[in-house]
């Protein structure tokens, strides 16, 4: 079955570093892969999304490259903010008729200290 | 903008009770999903359904049951709510359709305790 392993958390950082947050997924088809973020006391927005093999989301200075050799899609940002202090998901969901529902890694506790 | 909305965000209720956590999207979305969400589970998929009165079993579906008489509404129902549901449920829906059809919105959340 599809699984998705990401990078435990809580991660502490400072303002203005560069932000790494791992995620490795299992699937047995090719899926499309997402990352969420929930601000506190909220539900889950859409981050980004990639849908192929190569391509590159982005949004809000975040980016993650889905690498099909690896299995990988990492969440990058090269300047953190205190504003970007949240819980990171990444999911994935099987292509096709049926398969839309999404699995997701357990999430990433980021804080952002000025 | 896609809205997802979560009738209550937060529910006090007793052991035994029957609950229900409404949930409707204005986006005509042909998918709608309950997922549960725990600290060092992340979220869990209660149940589905991609079609008015269509429904299936997610992943931890014992304990509840779902309606969608309508398109635009999905209702979670815990039959007789117990301490271990105590947790914050999460309503979303996506249109199946088209590239971004496998993209999930979500509404903000039911924190639902149960005493």
């Known amino acids: 079955g599809n699984s998705v392993t990401q990078m435990e958390g809580p991660v502490t950082l400072s303002e203005e570093a560069f932000l790494t947050i791992n995620c490795t997924y299992t699937a047995t088809g090719y899926p499309s892969l997402f990352w969420y973020v929930q601000y506190p006391g909220e539900g889950l927005q859409l981050l980004l999304k990639a849908t192929k093999a190569d391509d590159k989301g982005s949004n809000k200075g975040f980016e993650a490259t889905y690498r099909k050799e690896t299995t990988s899609f990492h969440l990058e940002k090269g300047s953190v903010q205190v504003s970007d202090s949240a819980v990171y998901f990444c999911?994935?969901?099987?292509?096709?008729?049926?398969?839309?529902?999404?699995?997701f890694g357990t999430g990433t506790r980021l804080t952002i200290i000025p | 903008d896609v809205k997802v909305t979560q009738s209550s965000r937060y529910l006090v209720k007793r052991t035994g009770e029957k609950v229900f956590l409404e949930c409707v999207q204005d986006?005509?979305?042909?998918?709608m999903f309950w997922y549960r969400q725990d600290p060092g589970l992340g979220l869990r998929l209660i149940y589905f359904?991609?079609?008015?009165?269509?429904?299936e079993k997610g992943d931890i579906p014992e304990g509840y049951s779902v309606s969608r008489e309508k398109k635009e509404r999905f209702s979670l129902i815990l039959e007789s709510a117990s301490t271990n549901q105590t947790s914050m449920y999460l309503c979303?829906?996506?249109?199946?359709?088209?590239?971004?059809?496998?993209?999930?919105?979500f509404g903000e959340g039911s924190w639902l305790t149960v005493v």
């Open positions: 359904s991609y079609d008015v009165k269509m429904k």
């Open positions: 999911a994935l969901s099987d292509r096709g008729f049926g398969n839309e529902k999404l699995t």
């Open positions: 979303a829906s996506s249109s199946g359709q088209g590239e971004g059809g496998n993209t999930i919105y």
């Open positions: 986006m005509d979305h042909e998918n």
